[in-house]
């Protein structure tokens, strides 16, 4: 879709999805401390080389907040655009990251999900804690005619996502944008509760946690299957830097 020479520029529908991860971002910059890190200060503003696609990528961490990324890419010519809010926390605690994911291609696509620190076939208690209250949304969605739901072809992807994680397709409407908002800050706002009322993880047990987050951030990074859209706007050494930025291989803080 992106190398057709179309002109299906949806500036509107992207300044309404980008907005959408403003007002979830101002929700974390009201609750936590962060400090840019100065490893995307030069991806704050990218562009291909040649024609029109552009983006930014800023980075954050804090004394909760081990990485966050906050990001958008357009490609007007063609409709399609991606945005990112996803945020992984520290080991202190042992509460789901969150995601969130909104594009244009050109119909809307989204992904939402506590993102799984815990292993869901033994940890009752987890599951029974982080995703039941999620499992009524996610049914909902499926039982929606206006939402058909998305499943990767790619294995690790499939994976990585949890059984609640919200990944739908749909027409872009007013009524599919307000049900997009309402969905993301329902999941927000919980996952906020969850964090203040955490119970602390064992010393000894948060390095292992910290390592088993940074593996599965760096592969869900790599394995990816969008980079390529990546790679045949930006060129290979651009997206190997998009990639290690989304999941810190050159962070400085």
């Given at each position: ?18 907005g ?18 100065p ?65 244009t291609?050109?119909?809307l ?23 039941e ?45 307000a ?8 999941m927000i706002?919980r ?54 930025s ?8």
């Open positions: 879709m992106t190398q057709q020479p179309t002109d299906l520029d949806n500036k509107a529908v992207f300044d309404q999805l980008w959408i991860t403003n007002e979830l971002r101002q929700k974390i910059d009201a609750r936590f401390e962060l400090h840019s890190d490893s995307t200060k030069n991806l704050q503003s990218y562009a291909a080389m040649t024609g029109s696609a552009h983006g930014s990528l800023n980075t954050f961490s804090g004394s909760e907040i081990d990485w966050l990324v906050h990001s958008w890419l357009r490609e007007p010519k063609s409709g399609f655009c991606n945005m990112h809010l996803t945020i992984w926390l520290k080991s202190q605690i042992r509460v789901p990251h969150l995601a969130f994911a909104f594009a291609v050109p119909y696509f989204f992904y939402m999900d506590y993102i799984p620190r815990s292993d869901l076939f033994v940890d009752l208690e987890y599951l029974d804690r982080y995703y209250p999620m499992n009524q949304t996610y049914l909902a969605l499926r039982e929606d005619s206006q939402f058909k739901q998305y499943i990767s072809k790619t294995l690790y992807i499939r994976q990585a996502q949890s059984h609640t994680s919200l990944c739908f397709t749909s027409p872009v409407t007013e009524e599919t944008l049900r997009l908002r309402t969905v993301a800050h329902e706002d996952w906020l509760k969850w964090v203040d009322e955490a119970e602390s993880v064992p010393d000894e047990q948060r390095a292992a946690l910290s390592n088993r987050d940074l593996i599965v951030r760096r592969a869900i990074a790599e394995r990816d299957p969008d980079n390529q859209i990546a790679v045949r706007l930006f060129g290979g050494e651009m997206t190997d830097k998009l990639v290690r989304l999941w810190g291989g050159d962070r400085i803080l």
